[in-house]
């Protein structure tokens, strides 16, 4: 698996980057945002590593671009468990943090969790059907089938659950559902509580074949596919 690592602190670098081969991962490494961009672009990684604050293009900047053009797990590494940090880095489409000091094993298994997700999350097929596991949804017909059986959604309901879909394993965050379903992002959350609330209970989540819908306070929703 190759694994693109950006941190401005070349020591931490090297021995960031030393400890991931020896758990079998190719390691590219960076040294500021702006080489980490550059070497997305060119080397194509199966997961970036971020360092949160770095010259030239923070962390955050460098995950938004790649979230723009791409859906690379991304995982931020942070200097302190600072929640302002955390949920900046979620709403700009991180898949996950890292507080620092951290141990490589940990880096590893958050390395490998994320790839996996990433390798199980929703598809497209030639139909034009979002298809994860038992359900599928066809965005033409707004036809939502659980293990061949119809489920009726309203127009809201279906928005909503193929945004989160079509992102499974990633948080959305609220204003971005907002948007999509409503057309602008100023919306009740509230109502949106209320609406994902309705989904679950029409696919029985949770379920052990299907997973669930899970939120992440003042960041969120993240549909959850089942391993």
Not at 113 to 130: E, P, Q, Y
Not at 191 to 209: A, C, D, F, Q, V
Request: hydrophobic content about 40%; charged content about 25%; glycine content about 6%.
């Amino acid at each position: 698996m190759k694994v693109l690592v950006a941190d401005d602190d070349l020591d931490m670098l090297d021995v960031t980057a030393y400890a991931l081969r020896r758990e079998g991962f190719n390691v590219i490494a960076a040294s500021d945002g702006l080489q980490a961009l550059r070497r997305w672009q060119m080397d194509h990684p199966d997961v970036v590593v971020l360092d949160a604050n770095m010259p030239k293009m923070n962390g955050f900047e460098v995950c938004k671009r790649i979230r723009e053009q791409s859906n690379t797990p991304v995982i931020l590494l942070t200097a302190l468990n600072d929640e302002d940090h955390i949920v900046q880095g979620f709403h700009i489409g991180a898949d996950d943090y890292v507080t620092k000091p951290f141990s490589h094993r940990q880096l590893a298994m958050r390395i490998r969790a994320v790839a996996k997700r990433n390798s199980s999350a929703s598809s497209v097929d030639f139909s034009g059907k979002l298809v994860s596991g038992p359900l599928s949804l066809d965005r033409d017909t707004h036809e939502v089938l659980l293990d061949d059986r119809e489920i009726h959604l309203t127009p809201t309901e279906f928005k909503l659950l193929y945004i989160l879909v079509a992102n499974a394993g990633r948080v959305v965050p609220s204003s971005r559902l907002v948007e999509y379903a409503w057309g602008y992002d100023e919306g009740d959350e509230s109502l949106l509580k209320t609406h994902i609330s309705h989904i679950r209970r029409k696919l029985g989540m949770p379920s052990e074949s299907l997973g669930n819908i899970v939120v992440l306070p003042r960041v969120g929703y993240k549909f959850m596919v089942s391993s």
